[in-house]
């Protein structure tokens, strides 16, 4: 799976967007991007994911470059309950025996 | 989405004792299911994969022997620390791998919080 970067941490206010930038720039022409978030002493929980186009589901949108090489997840109105680690990971979608391989992330506090 | 459900969420063993974690998806089978450990502001760290019918492919530096792992049905796997001690304590989380055409996608556990005293 290619490697991606993150920044640590991130504060956002309350009720405003959260983007939240991934640097893959090694990811290869088969491998999707996926999101994953894990509040605190909770299991991760699945976002969103995507190829090349951007995507939007109930709780995110998902902005990948045209190059492929970064992406940006955004969550549109930020509440203190999105207070959590984001993870990005790259990775194919097939398989059903690769497991996921969770970087740092991206701690992200949403200040009331 | 996917359910999995994790139990216990937290337990507390004496040091010595054995502990065993349920891992259960709720609404789909799942032949594959991976149990990772997380330690204190740390990424989640895979420790093995868990193949129903089959035995579990552990990493490296993971004791087999220690963490037992049971695949028995496509719908369970637990996690058995045996002999537990202090440093063992950490969080523990599985996950089910549910397949959704030719795209798979993974559900996670709400964890199991251990502490060895």
């Known amino acids: 799976d290619a490697k991606t970067t993150q920044p640590p941490s991130m504060d956002c206010a309350e009720g405003r967007a959260a983007n939240l930038p991934c640097n893959h720039s090694?990811?290869?022409?088969?491998?999707?991007v996926y999101w994953y978030r894990q509040i605190h002493s909770q299991g991760p929980q699945y976002i969103i994911h995507?190829?090349?186009n951007n995507e939007t589901n109930e709780m995110a949108s998902l902005i990948i470059t045209e190059d492929r090489k970064s992406s940006t997840l955004i969550l549109p109105h930020a509440t203190l309950r999105d207070t959590a680690v984001y993870y990005c990971i790259v990775r194919t979608p097939s398989g059903s025996a690769r497991q996921l391989t969770f970087g740092s992330g991206t701690q992200l506090t949403v200040l009331p | 989405g996917a359910v999995v459900s994790q139990h216990p969420s937290r337990v507390i063993c004496k040091s010595g004792t054995s502990v065993k974690i349920e891992c259960r998806s709720l609404?789909?089978?799942?032949?594959?299911m991976f149990w990772y450990r997380q330690f204190p502001k740390q990424s989640l760290m895979l420790m093995a994969t868990s193949n129903e019918g089959s035995k579990a492919t552990y990493e490296q530096g993971v004791e087999k022997d220690k963490f037992l792992i049971n695949h028995a049905s496509l719908t369970l796997s637990t996690l058995t620390v045996t002999s537990a001690h202090p440093e063992d304590s950490s969080f523990y989380i599985c996950s089910a791998r549910y397949a959704r055409g030719r795209e798979t996608e993974a559900f996670f556990g709400q964890g199991t919080r251990l502490t060895v005293v």
């Open positions: 995507g190829l090349k």
């Open positions: 090694t990811i290869s022409g088969n491998e999707y």
């Open positions: 609404d789909f089978q799942a032949t594959t």
